[in-house]
């Protein structure tokens, strides 16, 4: 069975994705991944692992000054299942990371391969870089839907960098080459992946 603190962010993640998102190619994206998300996969019920760039995490999900009501209740209900997560470092390329990526960035998966619901449909996870570092290029097959909670800059394929700001979103086709750089605040952005048609 799905734990409550898993079947409240969930509940928190579809709503805050659904009211900030633009795209229309992310609205299709989250329809089927939310819609998929119906059916729970298995528990892992692994215990809890942070790293030490999750010292950060604090004045990341710090909500005192956030006034929309659904991205309030996503940082909550986070915060209540962050416990159960095992944070890792990001496997795969590093091409172009910053200096001090490797001690400097924590991501957890909370649906999907090796999160705390497994399942290989649909991912859903959580990026954390610390001040001023920069997340390495990289790509994957699955489109990505990201939902920001901070100030940082994205990048896609040969476009500038943009800064989409908290409570911003940014729809990421397959395939597509994308990095992320914070400034002198960390980096916090949940995405979603709709991973289904690349099931091996």
């Not at 898993?6 to 190619?25: C, G, I, Q, Y």
């Not at 998966?109 to 290989?120: D, H, T, Y």
């Amino acid at each position: 069975m799905r734990s409550q603190t898993l079947t409240d962010f969930l509940a928190a993640a579809r709503a805050a994705f659904m009211s900030k998102v633009v795209a229309p190619e992310a609205k299709v994206s989250l329809s089927h991944i939310f819609t998929a998300l119906e059916s729970p996969g298995i528990m892992s019920g692994a215990t809890g692992a942070r790293l030490p760039t999750c010292a950060h995490l604090a004045e990341a999900t710090d909500i005192k000054n956030l006034q929309d009501v659904s991205l309030r209740r996503l940082i909550e209900t986070f915060l209540a299942l962050e416990p159960d997560l095992q944070w890792g470092l990001r496997k795969g390329d590093w091409t172009n990371a910053g200096p001090g990526f490797a001690e400097s960035h924590a991501n957890a998966m909370i649906v999907g391969p090796g999160g705390a619901e497994r399942r290989s449909d649909v991912w859903i996870g959580v990026s954390l870089v610390a001040p001023n570092i920069r997340y390495p290029d990289h790509t994957h097959p699955p489109e990505e839907t990201y939902l920001v909670l901070s100030p940082g800059q994205f990048m896609q394929g040969a476009d500038n960098w943009v800064e989409p700001g908290v409570g911003g979103t940014l729809y990421n086709p397959p395939g597509i080459l994308h990095a992320m750089l914070s400034g002198d605040a960390p980096l916090l952005a949940f995405w979603a992946l709709w991973a289904e048609p690349y099931k091996a």
